[in-house]
Structures are given as structure tokens and as C-alpha cells.
């Protein structure tokens, strides 16, 4: 009599049980729910060696200063690119003793990089001048940047980042000391490239 009194309590109780169990809903698993809920702003960027915590450099690499790109180097750079002109690889080419056929101008860092590029000067064994290239230093070696074929060049920096090139304007009929005029023309880094943004003639004498 005492154990069908007690079997109706037992049941109750254990649909309380059960009830209880599925209190929070649906069966869903809560983990970690004393933990604070994350905030949907964004946090501020912190460098932890996977990604760059300022903007990354314009630079073409590591810092290589123009005077350690030899003559040698840009020679043997100039004459191995298809894209210059061939009388200036040809020349270059026969050139054994380099200062004979390439010197220094200004460095300049035109494109705004942070590491000056060389201007090099390309001229003949008797020393008259027929062209330039600006020179990038760059892990692998000296890449050209811009290049110019015109005679007796004078290559000069401005205070404003442009180049001021003069060259002289040879007819058939003049002698290496006397040219018929001269151009002046202002150059500029420009949306990647040199680009002319004035240009003078002037007649001689």
C-alpha cells in the first residue's frame, strides 16, 4: 500500500526532472555564457607579425643607396633590356673601359620612394654625350626607370622633384663645337612614368 502511494510522487518528480532540463530551450548547446559578449566595433590593429600595422612602403625594396650600384652594373643592366635604344646598347656593348662610356649625374628620387634613383650619363669614347638613363637600385640590380637619347645632355635636379635636361641640336652641316640650338625641357614622375611638362627651343647664334 505505502510503495502505490510513493510511485505517483516518483513520477512527478521526475517530469520535474525532465522539464527542467529543457529549460534553456530548444536543447541549444551555451558555452562560455559567463563570458562578456564582444563588442561589433572594431578594435584598434595591433601587430602581432601577421599583417603590417602601419601602410605598407612605396619603396622597391630595401634601402639601397645609388652609389652602390656600380657602372658595371648598369652598363651590363642597359645592355641586357630590349626596350633601349639599340645605337646605346651597341655602344655600350663595345665599351671595355666603363668610365669611358658611362658617368655619373645627380641622384635623384624622382619617384618618391624614399631611395634616389642615378641619373648616368651615356656618351662616346670622345666623350660626347648622346643620351641618359635614370637608374632604380633594386635587390636583384639596377633597373632603368626612364631613359633619353639627345646630345651633349646636361641633367640638372629642381627643388620641386623635376629634372631639368639641356641638350644641344646638331644639323648634318654643324661641328661638335658649334650646334645650330638647344632644347630645355622639364621632366616629372608622373602616374608612374616621366613625363614632360615643358619644353623650349632656342635658336644659336
Same mark, same amino acid.
Given at each position: 500500500m505505502r510503495a502505490r502511494r510513493l510511485l505517483p510522487a516518483a513520477l /512527478?518528480?521526475?517530469?520535474?526532472v525532465v522539464l527542467s532540463g529543457c529549460?534553456?530551450?530548444g536543447g541549444l548547446r551555451v558555452e562560455g555564457a559567463d563570458t562578456p559578449a564582444t563588442s561589433a566595433?572594431?578594435?584598434p590593429s595591433v601587430n602581432r607579425g601577421f599583417a603590417p600595422s602601419t601602410p605598407p612602403s612605396t619603396t622597391l625594396g630595401p634601402r639601397i643607396s645609388a652609389e652602390a650600384m656600380s657602372l658595371t652594373e648598369i652598363r651590363d643592366s642597359l645592355r641586357n633590356d630590349?626596350? /633601349?635604344d639599340a645605337y646605346f646598347r651597341k655602344l655600350l656593348a663595345r665599351c671595355t673601359v666603363i668610365a669611358r662610356c658611362l658617368t655619373r649625374g645627380p641622384a635623384v628620387d624622382m619617384m618618391k620612394t624614399g631611395q634616389p634613383q642615378q641619373v648616368v650619363l651615356i656618351h662616346t669614347l670622345d666623350n660626347f654625350v648622346v643620351g641618359a638613363a635614370l637608374m632604380a637600385a633594386t635587390p636583384t640590380g639596377p633597373r632603368r626607370v626612364w631613359s633619353l637619347k639627345a646630345d651633349q645632355l646636361k641633367i640638372s635636379p629642381t627643388r620641386q622633384g623635376e629634372l631639368v635636361v639641356e641638350a644641344k641640336?646638331?644639323?648634318?652641316?654643324?661641328a661638335p663645337c658649334c650646334p645650330s640650338g638647344s632644347t630645355v625641357q622639364v621632366y616629372r614622375w608622373v602616374g608612374g612614368r616621366m613625363t614632360t611638362v615643358s619644353s623650349q627651343i632656342q635658336e644659336g647664334d
Open positions: /512527478v518528480l521526475a517530469g520535474l529549460a534553456n530551450g566595433a572594431p578594435s630590349s626596350q /633601349v641640336i646638331f644639323t648634318v652641316d654643324d
